[in-house]
C-alpha cells in the first residue's frame, strides 16, 4: 500500500485546514486508517483514527472537537478536517494504514500554523 498525505500549509491561528491520504496499490477498505504529526524536536504522536467501516473513532486529547477524521473506501481515501488550530499544531502530518502485524506510512504533508 502507498500512501500520499496532502492539503498542509500555513495557516492563522483559528483557521482551519483538510488534510486527505490517497491510498493506491490495494483498497485499503480492510485497513484501519490514522493520522499522526511530528513537531520539530519531538517524537511522532498520534492525532487520530478511524476504523475500517467508519463505525469507530478515537483522537488524541489535544485535538478532540477540532479535528474530525473521515474515509471514504469507495476513494480509497482517508481525510482529516481540522479546525481552529492553534500553533502547537504546527508539525509534519503521517497518514497510516494498519491491519493485522502490517502498518504502511506516507510521505508527510508540512502543516504551519501562525500565531
Known amino acids: 500500500v502507498q500512501l500520499q498525505a496532502y492539503g498542509g500549509g500555513l495557516v492563522q491561528a483559528g483557521g482551519s485546514l483538510r488534510l486527505s491520504c490517497a491510498a493506491s496499490?490495494?483498497?485499503?477498505?480492510?485497513?484501519?486508517m490514522g493520522w499522526f504529526r511530528q513537531a520539530p524536536g519531538k517524537e511522532r504522536e498520534f492525532v487520530a483514527a478511524?476504523?475500517?467501516?467508519?463505525?469507530?473513532?478515537n483522537y488524541a486529547d489535544s485535538v478532540k472537537g477540532r479535528f474530525t477524521i473521515s474515509r471514504d473506501n469507495a476513494k480509497n481515501t482517508v481525510s482529516l478536517q481540522m479546525n481552529n488550530l492553534k500553533s502547537d499544531d504546527t508539525a509534519v502530518y503521517y497518514c497510516?494504514?494498519?491491519?493485522?502485524?502490517?502498518?504502511?506510512w506516507g510521505q508527510g504533508t508540512q502543516v504551519t500554523v501562525s500565531s
Open positions: 478511524i476504523s475500517s467501516n467508519s463505525g469507530s473513532t
Open positions: 496499490g490495494r483498497t485499503v477498505s480492510g485497513y484501519a
Open positions: 497510516n494504514a494498519k491491519q493485522g502485524l502490517e502498518t504502511n
